[in-house]
């Protein structure tokens, strides 16, 4: 037992900071991790800068996802050595997270790191990356296929929508990427993107029904976008909805859903079953491109956190940020 090198918001109301954690203070569970890599995602900004009250649990170690290398292990399913990755289940709001050398949670929340993928690929694709194949998924099986028209994909140039649209354009569907950064355009087309609408579009409130544009949507943005695309998803459509960046309220009638039979499919990261996981990451080890990956990614430091957990906040951020952790 010793300290390691973690960030920590040590009490309600008091700001988080850099320094060392007692291992002999880690939280119950069966699996020990030395944490290699992390990210950024939104809940992260907002538990770093006390924006939200995401984190419920004092002393914590922020940071809701991390891929790294088993120390120690009483669950069956894993052993010393093996890479794993985890997403949620409360990381980072009521157990101690990502942003430490070592966490100890229950194996049951574990998945392992796919064959042919680094801990650092892990944490470019992020529980934004896993969050986007998720929506993807929740699409195909609803039954949105390549050849059914354009899927608009909202908060375009963020972790999500970057993602979303690589995987997408991977699988030969035709994505308009919604943005409120005009800069962006080059980058999103890069990742396959081949039509930019100005989020203001979507940014006002939504008709009870729009013209019909797309065949379905990714949305990570919610209130009047969400609405927007909804009214202007085409008859059978679906969208699958993971955020709220611009807020939790749904200004919409019900008319998509009784006059056009769109549908709107909710997608959960944080307490996803097990075997939707794997599928997910399986996914994304052979459905994302991993040049885009490269791409789309930039890497940091433990401290870079702080400067860049308010800039996620004002959707001042590109693509995926790791963060080196151990």
């Not at 229950?106 to 690929?121: F, I, N, Y």
Request: charged share 20%; proline share 5%; with cysteine.
């Amino acid at each position: 037992m010793g300290k390691f090198k973690a960030i920590v918001v040590p009490e309600k109301g008091q700001p988080a900071a850099l320094g060392e954690f007692d291992e002999a203070a880690l939280m119950d569970g069966d699996v020990t991790v030395a944490v290699e890599y992390s990210t950024v995602n939104y809940k992260d900004g907002l538990a770093i800068t006390g924006k939200a009250p995401v984190v419920r649990r004092f002393p914590m170690i922020p940071g809701i996802d991390f891929a790294g290398k088993v120390e120690s292990s009483s669950h069956p399913d894993f052993k010393a050595g093996d890479s794993v990755i985890i997403n949620g289940w409360g990381t980072g709001e009521t157990h101690l997270g990502a942003y430490g050398a070592k966490s100890r949670v229950k194996g049951g929340w574990l998945v392992k790191l796919p064959q042919g993928m680094t801990s650092r690929e892990a944490m470019a694709i992020g529980t934004a990356g896993y969050t986007a194949m998720l929506c993807v998924i929740a699409l195909e099986k609803y039954g949105v296929k390549p050849g059914d028209g354009p899927i608009v994909v909202t908060g375009a140039a963020g972790g999500v929508g970057s993602v979303a649209i690589a995987i997408l354009s991977k699988l030969g569907y035709t994505i308009a990427a919604s943005t409120g950064r005009a800069a962006e355009a080059d980058y999103l087309k890069s990742l396959g993107a081949s039509e930019i609408i100005d989020r203001a579009e979507f940014s006002q409130p939504a008709k009870p029904l729009g013209k019909e544009r797309f065949a379905g949507g990714v949305d990570s943005v919610g209130s009047h976008t969400l609405a927007n695309v909804l009214s202007m998803t085409k008859y059978g459509g679906a969208v699958a909805a993971c955020g709220l960046a611009a807020g939790m309220d749904l200004p919409a009638s019900v008319a998509p859903f009784i006059l056009r039979g769109v549908s709107l499919l909710g997608v959960d990261s944080v307490m996803c079953p097990k075997p939707r996981r794997q599928e997910a990451w399986a996914r994304l080890a052979t459905d994302l491109d991993r040049k885009k990956l490269a791409a789309m990614t930039t890497e940091i430091p433990l401290e870079g956190v702080f400067e860049i957990a308010p800039k996620i906040l004002a959707g001042q951020v590109r693509g995926r940020t790791v963060v080196k952790v151990g």
